[in-house]
């Protein structure tokens, strides 16, 4: 017997009724009720009255292979039919979890080769921040404890990975950890850097870790935390200058890096990791959203063998998640992973849509409005200004990143904001057509909103 769709009316009632939203204000939610997704194919989604968008975010940073694959609902089903369930505590595992393991083996930097299973980008974070702390405790460096960041970075929501980022609001809500945790600036030439050359940027910015480092001592600091590339903190690429001199930097003062690649890792980039695009060999290296391509809830941390061998030989590592390695979303991701391999969808990144989307994306750069346009592979962001020769800024109550967003969905197309940025992150099948469509219909929005 087929379902009769509920109503918009219906749905959006029974929503503003019982379901608690993350990352929105109830208020405006009560005024205005939800927007309904029902269905995706590809790069479009449809909400419940049938209107149709091109999806520029992949969700969230995350349907890296388009919505709507047969395949993985295939295998998940015979996983569940198979094994729905079982953990890989107390010296348990499943051949589905190992397999994985093995096969994230195979495409991390060189040298991450133990992975420890999560359920998304925030309990990732949470793990890497306990493994660094527990690494220099065995290595007889207890105080070795804070963690640096950097100021605008998103790293989760649990109470550690917003302790870990660099939101302000998010500081505030819940008071998130303040002992352990340090914020510096990051390599946001646009915001931080306007004048002077991006290389003598890059080298200002990585100076900003090691001044932190020398003011806390290096003896109290454990790791650095950061993206590739910033992504939902303002889709930031570093300098060419930032990511040599960072890295020469943790290891003269003995601090773990430790690269966050919850949007950069699986293809984003045009590689299978960012660390890759930049030459970054991580301590630990963590992934989510892409992994499975958001089909299924998993997150991962690659630790390197130097770090396991430390660990492991420290007796029990007492951490985990019920759901760590769970078999359905690790089956969910040796299936997205098959089709990223089978179908060359990183090299059709690296070699075809990111060149593409990246040429659309640098015809803003002379747009009136826009500061910057700036990205790598298939991320991009237009920092939208009132004078981008002043650099002068719009007044915040105009919301004019918002406005362009809200318009987008006017105009079927989904972009996101924050601050005065508009960010993309379209699936990574995007074709060169539906690049030029999103970017036309983006330019579109921000003439009528500015
Ligand atoms: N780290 C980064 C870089 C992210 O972008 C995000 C989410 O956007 C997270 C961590 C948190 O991931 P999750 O929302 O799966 O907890």
Redesign the pocket.
Known sequence: MTKTPASTAALQLADKKHHAHPFTDPKALAENGSRIISRGKGVEIWDNDGNKYLDGMAG??CVNIGYGRNEIAERVKSQIEELCYYNSFFMSATPTQIELAETISSLTPEGLNHIFFGT????A?DTASRLVRHYWDLKGKPTKKTIISLIHA????TIT?ASLGGWPAMHKMGSTLQAGYTHIMPPYWFEFGRNQSKEDFGLKAAQALEDAILLAGADNIAAFIA?PVM??GGVIPAPDTYWPMVQEICKKHDVLLIA?E??TGFGRTGEWFGSFTYNIKPDILNM??GLSSGYAPI?ATAVSDDMYAVLSAGGEISHGFTYSGHPVCCAAALENIRIMKDEKIVEYVRDVAGPHFQNKLQEFADHPLVGEARGVGLLGALELVRDPKQGEKFAPEKRVAIRCVEKGFENGIIMRAIREVLEFSPPLIITTQEIDLLFDRARYCIDEVA
């Open positions: 969230l940073w998304s980008g925030s309990d974070n998103y790293h989760g929501s990975g993206e992504g939902a966050d919850v949007i989510a959203k997150s």
